[in-house]
């Protein structure tokens, strides 16, 4: 199930098929690492300083002290599961460097099975 939370009327000047790929990077890492029958919620919003994307998911929590690791190029939380899912540690890696490119951060953070990451662009 996929939830949304999207505010209406907010515009900003990005690279409308870079943040296509973003989004896309991020629920399907939601979508690989979420817990059966559990939802996905995407969430847009703005406020007087930036614009906010956020994805949520529950599933296993990335390991503490692993939050900024899960964006470097190959990197995998579980490697033995990913080897199998013929996974290989670029999409995070790639989303990264897109909100880089767009001048915005990209973190992590997990708890109690519920991860979230929030992307923040300056407006």
Not at 98 to 110: D, F
């Amino acid at each position: 199930e996929l939830k949304y939370d999207i505010k209406e009327n907010i515009n900003m000047y990005l690279n409308e098929n870079s943040i296509r790929e973003l989004i896309e990077i991020l629920l399907d890492n939601a979508l690989s690492h979420s817990y059966k029958n559990k939802p996905i919620t995407i969430n847009l919003k703005e406020n007087q300083n930036f614009i906010e994307l956020s994805v949520f998911n529950y599933g296993d929590n990335i390991p503490k002290g692993e939050e900024e690791k899960i964006f470097e190029r190959f990197y995998r939380v579980d490697k033995s599961r990913n080897r199998k899912e013929n996974r290989y540690g670029l999409g995070l890696a790639i989303a990264h460097n897109i909100v880089e490119k767009h001048n915005g951060k990209i973190v992590a953070s997990s708890n109690n099975n519920l991860t979230e990451f929030k992307v923040l662009f300056k407006k």
